[in-house]
């Protein structure tokens, strides 16, 4: 699968004018001024970048960028791809995000969409709106971050939005930002750590085409894209210890597929019951009114 044209962030960037265009809307002020900051600290910390694919982000138009989930920072990692093309990305996110009192004010300001699992349809449509209006919007359609690092089960929700909007998915793959922090591992804040994020050629919709077949073109796209990202990738593991970030059919010591589906579901068990089971306020305040 052809990826095309290279891109790394450079300290030049931060202060280059035309990052984003000759004419870029006002109202994204904010979201400028958080890339550029991100931008010092990604070369702080000296990351490694190399992006590929970034003219497959349509220049103007709706689309959206459907791309695996390996680490809590792959989103702004994601970002950098659309970059080039001057496209700002909406990225679908929890509603925690935006309740908390400090990532919630940036997260309303960069205008991106929050996602309250027990009202889905709220963010589907503000998803579709952004779309018809023109937006990037950013999905990680596996819905939580893969601890196999490879590509879970795709929600179907991205599919259906490209059929409803009428634009086309841009396939994607991020890999590296996992050394630095991914769930069920202490944060590694190391330096020099390679990142990959790969794009590959847009998918459309074809007429009538069923949202099951649209999706598995999409995975199919995404497993290519970070089978590639992960066989490219410049570092090896220092030892037998590090090769936990690697996937097990590569060699690491990640659990396989499967093994990583059933901790899940274990894990999902779990918060279910302690959502179901009534807080100690409420019963104590039970005991109170029985006695």
């Known amino acids: 699968m052809s990826t095309g044209s290279r891109y790394t962030a450079s300290w030049r960037d931060v202060i280059r004018p035309e990052l984003f265009g000759a004419a870029p809307d006002p109202r994204d002020r904010p979201y400028r001024l958080i890339i550029r900051l991100a931008l010092v600290v990604f070369r702080l910390f000296r990351f490694r970048f190399e992006v590929r694919g970034s003219e497959h982000v349509p220049a103007t138009g709706g689309a959206i960028i459907c791309s695996n989930h390996v680490s809590f920072f792959d989103f702004t990692f994601l970002g950098l791809g659309a970059l080039p093309q001057h496209r700002l990305v909406r990225f679908m996110a929890k509603s925690a995000v935006f309740d908390h009192r400090l990532s919630g004010p940036f997260m309303r300001a960069m205008r991106h969409i929050p996602v309250d699992r027990k009202a889905g349809s709220a963010a589907f449509e503000a998803a579709v709106r952004a779309l018809k209006d023109g937006q990037v919007v950013g999905i990680f359609p596996e819905a939580t971050i893969s601890t196999s690092f490879t590509v879970k089960e795709l929600k179907a929700g991205a599919a259906r939005m490209a059929i409803d909007a009428g634009v086309p998915l841009v396939p994607a793959a991020v890999w590296g930002g996992h050394r630095v922090a991914t769930k069920g591992h202490k944060v590694q804040l190391r330096r020099s750590v390679p990142v990959t994020v ?81 807080s100690l306020r409420r019963r104590m305040t039970g005991l109170l009114r029985r006695h």
């Not at 995975?219 to 410049?234: F, G, K, N, T």
């Not at 936990?244 to 060699?251: K, R």
């Not at 274990?266 to 279910?272: F, I, S, T, W, Y």
């Open 198 to 278: 790969l794009l590959g050629e847009p998918i459309t919709a074809q007429p009538g085409e069923r949202i099951p077949a649209l999706l598995d073109r999409i995975r199919v796209a995404m497993e290519a894209l970070l089978d590639e990202a992960q066989r490219s990738y410049p570092d090896q593991p220092a030892g037998d210890a590090d090769r936990w970030w690697l996937p097990a059919h590569l060699g690491g010591t990640a659990p396989t597929p499967g093994d990583a589906a059933a901790a899940d579901k274990v894990r999902a068990a779990g918060l279910a019951t302690r959502r179901r089971r009534p």
